[in-house]
């Protein structure tokens, strides 16, 4: 850069970080991921990218921006405001979303940069800037956009659909978001290689995991990270292009975007807040591996506070202690197991003993959380999901999922130390459930197993009513009518003389029984 150059980005810099101080911002708010390798700063282990902009483009789109805005103004005043395209939003949220972006115009032309990102958490604002450009279809780079367009984005990304993975992973191309060239100069090739790939995938999770987390901070003492979640995608994602990522994060992670849908519009709009994820007293997963799960089933993302059924560092690593932490669970719930080098685990919608024969539904999988994730769904109907015996000698005692009796797709035998998985099954799709999994069975060593509820509230009392049913039933069996198990005096002496003797001896006198005359 020329000492002319150099000079008056300075000068413009100053400017802009004058005018940031108006929204209470500073410079380092004002920063914005990048999208051109030539541009890029990557430092630090969280691979914070950064963009360096032409300040001086920057400022002049401000600019222009207030004296578009100050020119026109008078006019939009008295225009008619019935008139507004809300572009799908209320009235009430349109009035809502002009007053947090600090509109004040009957009928707005723009919308100014630094008023969006204020909206947000200091440790989203890096985030929320693609999304702004993305939104509202204008280039990096400019200090506003068309305030029409932004509402028109952001009315589709807090919609029932929201935003796609297709959408998050665009946010971060260069296909969408690169700056115009300077005419005469030569185009920049737009890479989508699996380097550029595994950045925009990387950027969308760590997006998906704050708007998730909205209420937690990287700054907490107890902090909670997305690296853990971010390693396992990237290590099991199809990274051959970007429409082919986004199908496969469709497919396998299809809960996740809307959490960017649901902190847009409760910070914008003021729809209603994404619940707060419950943290997870857990030795086998982490918040990060704890969101994976969330995003990957409907029902897990939309479940209540899961319940530990069964966790072998609290109630010893037993069967019969599973049996009893699990056993007539009436909803889903989720088997987590830790080995030496991995995460697995499996869905399972029945805990009740099958007698050594398969039950369950098409709604269990597989699943492995790390190194890689993959996820097993169903895929046939076989019936052989779940085995599920601990009673009958006469079969094998463990819990099991897909294969068949005796040959299961992940076994986790009475004694767990016979645990294995195979290669595939019948039942369940392709995937490797374990990261040395070679040859046709593989055998794992048991660090942790935990059970957790997904079912809330009401599974949780279904099985407490059941147990208490069963209880009852083994204590009415327990108490034996003797008076009734003999008619005669003869049957009595003969099977219960013992018992009756002992009975009668051990009686005190009944003074009402005593003979009239006998008494002193």
């Known amino acids: 850069m020329s000492e002319v150059a150099s000079s008056e980005a300075f000068s413009a810099g100053r400017c802009i970080g004058e005018r940031a101080k108006d929204f209470g911002l500073s410079i380092h708010d004002l920063k914005l991921p990048c999208y051109r390798a030539r541009d890029r700063l990557i430092t630090g282990s969280g691979r914070c990218v950064v963009c360096i902009f032409s300040i001086t483009k920057l400022l002049a789109a401000s600019r222009a921006s207030t004296h578009a805005t100050m020119g026109q103004g008078a006019a939009h005043v008295q225009a008619d405001a019935s008139r507004e395209d809300r572009c799908g939003f209320s009235a009430e949220e349109y009035a809502r979303l002009k007053k947090t972006l600090r509109i004040t115009d009957a009928q707005p032309v723009r919308v100014e940069l630094a008023d969006f990102v204020a909206c947000f958490p200091s440790h989203l604002r890096s985030f929320v800037q693609p999304l702004f450009f993305y939104l509202s279809k204008e280039q990096v780079g400019e200090g506003s956009a068309e305030w029409k367009s932004l509402v028109t984005g952001l009315s589709k990304a807090t919609s029932a659909t929201g935003l796609s993975w297709s959408d998050l992973l665009q946010v971060w191309s260069e296909t969408h978001l690169a700056q115009e060239e300077p005419a005469g100069a030569?185009?920049?090739?737009?890479?989508?290689?699996?380097?550029?790939?595994?950045?925009?995938?990387?950027?969308?999770?760590?997006?998906?995991?704050?708007?998730?987390?909205?209420?937690?901070?990287?700054?907490?003492?107890?902090?909670?990270?997305?690296?853990?979640?971010?390693?396992?995608?990237?290590?099991?994602?199809?990274?051959?292009?970007?429409?082919?990522?986004?199908?496969?994060?469709?497919?396998?992670?299809?809960?996740?975007?809307?959490?960017?849908?649901?902190n847009l519009g409760h910070t914008l709009v003021g729809c209603a807040a994404l619940p707060p994820i419950p943290p997870l007293d857990s030795r086998v997963v982490s918040a990060g591996l704890h969101l994976l799960l969330r995003g990957s089933d409907a029902r897990l993302w939309e479940s209540e506070e899961w319940q530990p059924l069964y966790r072998d560092w609290c109630d010893g690593l037993s069967f019969n202690a599973l049996i009893k932490g699990a056993a007539f669970y009436e909803g889903p719930a989720l088997v987590l197991i830790r080995t030496p080098d991995s995460v697995l685990g499996a869905l399972s919608t029945s805990w009740v003993e099958g007698n050594g024969k398969f039950g369950g539904s098409m709604e269990s999988f597989l699943f492995a959380l790390q190194p890689a994730f993959v996820q097993c769904k169903s895929s046939s109907r076989t019936g052989n999901y779940v085995y599920f015996n601990s009673r009958n000698k006469h079969y094998p005692r463990g819990l099991g999922f897909g294969g068949q009796l005796g040959f299961c797709r992940l076994w986790l035998d009475a004694d767990f130390e016979d645990c294995y998985v195979l290669e595939s099954d019948a039942t369940y799709g392709p995937g490797r459930l374990l990261p040395t999994q070679g040859g046709l069975q593989t055998r794992f060593d048991?660090?942790?197993?935990?059970?957790?509820?997904?079912?809330?509230?009401?599974?949780?009392?279904?099985?407490?009513?059941?147990?208490?049913?069963?209880?009852?039933?083994?204590?009415?069996?327990?108490?034996?009518?003797?008076?009734?198990?003999?008619?005669?005096?003869?049957?009595?002496?003969?099977?219960?003389?013992?018992?009756?003797s002992a009975t009668a001896e051990s009686r005190e006198p009944n003074p009402k029984e005593e003979e009239p005359g006998t008494a002193s």
């Open 446 to 500: 048991v660090v942790n197993v935990e059970v957790w509820g997904c079912g809330g509230l009401e599974a949780a009392k279904a099985q407490a009513a059941q147990r208490e049913r069963l209880e009852s039933a083994r204590e009415q069996a327990r108490k034996v009518d003797k008076a009734r198990l003999c008619d005669n005096e003869f049957d009595k002496e003969m099977f219960l003389a013992n018992t009756f």
């Open 186 to 262: 030569e185009p920049v090739s737009v890479s989508t290689g699996e380097q550029e790939l595994s950045l925009f995938l990387e950027l969308a999770l760590t997006l998906c995991f704050w708007f998730s987390f909205a209420e937690r901070s990287p700054d907490e003492q107890e902090a909670v990270s997305p690296d853990a979640m971010v390693a396992a995608v990237t290590a099991g994602a199809e990274m051959t292009t970007l429409e082919a990522l986004a199908q496969w994060l469709q497919g396998n992670l299809p809960m996740l975007p809307r959490a960017v849908a649901a």
